[in-house]
């Protein structure tokens, strides 16, 4: 079974504090993912890897950045919590599957309030 | 601009009965779609998947149909348990799935 783990289930923090949230895979998949699910919103893609040391903006990157220095560890970091970041994060990997498909697998999350 | 939608919120349905969930998309080069089950406090996990190539794909209880040409697909859920409770979220891939874009979301509830 895919086992995809994240550092925290809840955290709080203050503003203007600097976050890091760790996410481990140990699968071997080539990518990994960073959302976060607001009511309403669904799940909104942070970033992405597709490999070690590389990353990709998804739809909604600012006030993020990540870290990807090993192929089963991907971490976002706040570099200044606000109280508008305050949300679940999800993280994810994936690889190839049966027919050249991919199938994301997820994190339990990390439920952040920011104060 | 949601790529990805499900106009409805929340649904009810009777244990035993037909569960529908609806997903609407906008971009006619996605060609892969997902449907993953979440639980409060946990991350989502994978259901049922469908290739642009069909139009169906069965597993168990679970049913996707894929509309291309209305650009609609549909989960059904036969028959409805109360261990279905939860959000399902509907997702979209133009490259098989190398990146989604997600749905917000439907919350089912199945009664007793």
């Known amino acids: 079974d895919v086992k995809v783990t994240q550092s925290s289930r809840y955290l709080v923090k203050r503003t203007g504090e600097k976050v890091f949230l760790e996410c481990v895979q140990d699968?071997?998949?080539?990518?990994m993912f960073w959302y976060r699910q607001d009511p309403g919103l669904g799940l909104r893609l942070i970033y992405f890897s597709y490999d070690v040391k590389m990353k990709e903006k998804g739809d909604i990157p600012e006030g993020y950045s990540v870290s990807r220095e090993k192929k089963e560890r991907f971490s976002l970091i706040l570099e200044s919590a606000s109280t508008n970041q305050t949300s679940m994060y999800l993280c994810?990997?994936?690889?190839?599957?049966?027919?050249?498909?991919?199938?994301?697998?997820f994190g339990p999350g990390t439920r952040l309030t920011v104060l | 601009d949601q790529q990805v939608k499900q106009n409805s919120p929340s649904l009810s349905v009777q244990e035993g009965r037909i569960s529908i969930l609806n997903c609407d998309y906008t971009?006619?080069?996605?060609?892969?779609f997902l449907w993953y089950k979440k639980y409060p406090a946990e991350g989502p996990t994978f259901l049922i998947s469908i290739s642009s190539i069909k139009d169906k794909n069965e597993d168990g209880r679970f049913t996707v149909f894929l509309n291309k040409s209305a650009k609609h697909l549909s989960l059904h859920i036969v028959p409805s348990q109360p261990g279905d409770s939860a959000v399902y979220f509907c997702?979209?891939?133009?490259?098989?799935?190398?990146?989604?874009?997600f749905g917000p979301g439907t919350r089912l509830s199945v009664l007793p």
């Open positions: 971009n006619s080069m996605f060609d892969y």
């Open positions: 994810a990997s994936s690889s190839r599957i049966a027919g050249g498909i991919y199938t994301q697998y």
């Open positions: 997702a979209a891939s133009e490259n098989y799935g190398q990146n989604f874009v």
């Open positions: 699968m071997d998949h080539e990518n």
